[in-house]
């Protein structure tokens, strides 16, 4: 199986900045797409950013020129570049990912998520 961990989270005041980090584990094959979420308190879950396997990038409008995602094939690890944070990203951040095993083709694997609060 495979196991997803995101890290990094926390609090940080308006304009700060977090860099949140998203570690898979287990029989894992290969990698593909890997994105980022978030949820904030009585709205649905929202694409933030995606990084495909040949590293290129998308962001949701509101996080463009602000978030960048990056990956480290190598350790199986995506992160997200969170700069001049607003109150408005406060958000538990989820980490997607789609990966192959050993056993099975490419399937969705979803992180426990990873709380940021932004103060004002």
């Known amino acids: 199986q495979v196991q997803v961990v995101e890290s990094g989270g926390g609090l940080v005041q308006a304009g700060g900045s977090l860099r949140l980090s998203c570690a898979a584990s287990?029989?894992?094959?290969?990698?593909?797409?890997m994105y980022w979420y978030r949820q904030a308190p009585g709205t649905q879950r929202e694409l933030v950013a995606s990084?495909?396997?040949?590293?290129?990038?998308n962001y949701a409008d509101a996080v463009k020129g602000r978030f960048t995602a990056s990956r480290d094939n190598a350790k199986n690890t995506v992160y997200l570049q969170m700069n001049s944070l607003k109150p408005e990203d406060t958000a538990v951040y989820y980490c997607?990912?789609?990966?192959?095993?050993?056993?099975?083709?490419?399937?969705?694997?979803w992180g426990q998520g990873t709380q940021v609060t932004v103060s004002s």
């Open positions: 287990g029989s894992i094959y290969s990698i593909g797409a």
């Open positions: 990084i495909s396997s040949g590293e290129s990038t």
């Open positions: 997607n990912i789609f990966a192959q095993t050993y056993r099975s083709g490419y399937r969705s694997y």
